[in-house]
């Protein structure tokens, strides 16, 4: 547990440092899963003791997004003043993202296993 | 009279120190979870959704700023930095069925990218956003660091950004699974990277919610956006400022 919790830190600094040196419009958290990725593929896999710690932290996930969420408090009046927009833009891009992405790669990857058979 | 005095110094105490926003945070997340749980993990009983609206009524209810909650909660916000390295474990195991489907994978992002920006700035327009909130809406359908920062460099207002992307995940995690009955989408690993695309970190829980297949390449699909929004949208701008 402190092990991996350990690892998971030291990668994400490794991150945060890379972001911050060259200037990269990345966060340093999403290079130090990259860069932890690749470890991974290079050593063969996780330890047990990370891949525990991954699941336990990852099984609650939504709960880190609360604070944040919280936030909305802050802007209820701004939004009061333009939600008609901000709702209608927000539910019809969302929406339309989540069905282009799956249906191109619904119709893609149907034909590159097509392809392989 | 003396209980009622001594109740208020404790609430004094309290409140300046950061115990009563953690844990209050962690309340009502688990009643959240417990509620979401005898649901059946059903979409429209999404835990941050519901933990959110609990901790807003009870801080307007007691009058509390943000700020002093934030103190306490920081703790848990903190966590999504290791939290999003971990993502790289589950995406490890999918390794084989990643490296098949890498062509098509990397063709939907860009679609499903371009779809979130164009899409939510072309129908805010349709409904008259301002100029400032279209700028903020651009770069809502990654996490929350990075489309504050691209909100900032293309002139929209950062802090709007940041309530908008945590919108779009819950919006997301609520909707996923009935766009995908309506479409006859089955394929975990395309439920997830869908999810993903659209609704970042908030879809990669629920996501993982539903197998850990879907939360890998949710994961996956939430890193990727950020690289390439980051990258899109500051020359999609300018584009969609003439056409529109």
């Given at each position: 547990?402190?092990?991996?919790?350990?690892?998971?830190?030291?990668?994400?600094?490794?991150?945060?440092?890379?972001?911050?040196?060259?200037?990269?419009?990345?966060?340093?958290?999403?290079?130090?899963?990259a860069l932890l990725f690749v470890a991974l593929a290079l050593r063969?896999?996780?330890?047990?003791?990370?891949?525990?710690?991954?699941?336990?932290?990852?099984?609650?996930?939504?709960?880190l997004f609360v604070p944040a969420g919280v936030g909305v408090m802050?802007?209820?009046?701004?939004?009061?003043?333009?939600?008609?927009?901000?709702?209608?833009?927000?539910?019809?891009?969302?929406?339309?993202?989540?069905?282009?992405?799956?249906?191109?790669?619904?119709?893609?990857?149907?034909?590159?296993?097509?392809?392989?058979? | 009279?003396?209980?009622?005095?001594?109740?208020?110094?404790?609430?004094?105490?309290?409140?300046?120190?950061?115990?009563?926003?953690?844990?209050?945070?962690?309340?009502?997340?688990?009643?959240?979870?417990?509620?979401?749980?005898?649901?059946?993990?059903?979409?429209?009983?999404?835990?941050?959704?519901?933990?959110?609206?609990?901790?807003?009524?009870?801080?307007?209810?007691?009058?509390?700023?943000?700020?002093?909650?934030?103190?306490?909660?920081?703790?848990?916000?903190?966590?999504?930095?290791?939290?999003?390295?971990?993502?790289?474990?589950?995406?490890?195991?999918?390794?084989?069925?990643?490296?098949?489907?890498?062509?098509?994978?990397?063709?939907?992002?860009?679609a499903g990218s371009l779809t979130a920006t164009v899409s939510a700035?072309?129908?805010?327009?349709?409904?008259?956003?301002?100029?400032?909130?279209?700028?903020?809406?651009?770069?809502?359908?990654?996490?929350?660091?990075?489309?504050?920062?691209?909100?900032?460099?293309?002139?929209?207002?950062?802090?709007?950004?940041?309530?908008?992307?945590?919108?779009?995940?819950?919006?997301?995690?609520?909707?996923?699974?009935?766009?995908?009955?309506?479409?006859?989408?089955?394929?975990?690993?395309?439920?997830?990277?869908?999810?993903?695309?659209?609704?970042?970190?908030?879809?990669?829980?629920?996501?993982?919610?539903?197998?850990?297949?879907?939360?890998?390449?949710?994961?996956?699909?939430?890193?990727?956006?950020?690289?390439?929004?980051?990258?899109?949208?500051?020359?999609?701008?300018?584009?969609?400022?003439?056409?529109?």
């Amino acid at each position: 547990m402190l092990g991996a919790l350990t690892i998971l830190l030291v990668f994400q600094l490794i991150g945060e440092v890379l972001a911050q040196l060259f200037a990269l419009p990345i966060p340093g958290p999403v290079i130090g899963m990259a860069l932890l990725f690749v470890a991974l593929a290079l050593r063969g896999g996780p330890s047990a003791e990370l891949r525990d710690t991954a699941q336990n932290l990852l099984q609650h996930l939504s709960l880190l997004f609360v604070p944040a969420g919280v936030g909305v408090m802050l802007h209820f009046h701004r939004i009061g003043d333009e939600w008609l927009p901000l709702t209608a833009a927000l539910v019809g891009s969302t929406l339309l993202t989540i069905a282009v992405t799956a249906l191109v790669l619904r119709a893609l990857a149907g034909r590159a296993e097509a392809r392989e058979e | 009279m003396r209980a009622s005095a001594n109740l208020a110094e404790i609430w004094v105490y309290l409140s300046a120190s950061p115990l009563l926003g953690l844990t209050v945070t962690l309340l009502a997340y688990q009643g959240a979870w417990w509620l979401s749980k005898r649901a059946g993990f059903h979409p429209l009983a999404n835990p941050v959704l519901l933990a959110v609206a609990a901790l807003v009524l009870l801080l307007a209810l007691t009058g509390t700023p943000y700020a002093t909650y934030f103190d306490g909660a920081q703790f848990v916000h903190f966590l999504l930095g290791p939290a999003t390295v971990a993502l790289a474990i589950p995406l490890y195991t999918q390794l084989p069925k990643l490296r098949a489907m890498a062509g098509p994978l990397l063709a939907a992002l860009v679609a499903g990218s371009l779809t979130a920006t164009v899409s939510a700035v072309a129908i805010g327009k349709l409904f008259g956003a301002s100029e400032a909130s279209l700028l903020s809406l651009a770069p809502k359908s990654v996490t929350t660091p990075i489309a504050m920062g691209i909100a900032e460099r293309i002139g929209g207002l950062p802090s709007l950004t940041a309530v908008l992307v945590i919108a779009t995940g819950i919006l997301g995690a609520v909707s996923a699974r009935f766009i995908y009955q309506a479409l006859g989408i089955a394929d975990h690993a395309v439920r997830g990277f869908a999810i993903g695309v659209a609704s970042h970190g908030i879809g990669t829980a629920r996501a993982f919610q539903v197998s850990e297949q879907a939360g890998a390449f949710s994961g996956l699909a939430m890193g990727l956006n950020a690289l390439l929004t980051a990258l899109l949208v500051p020359l999609l701008i300018p584009l969609l400022k003439h056409w529109l």
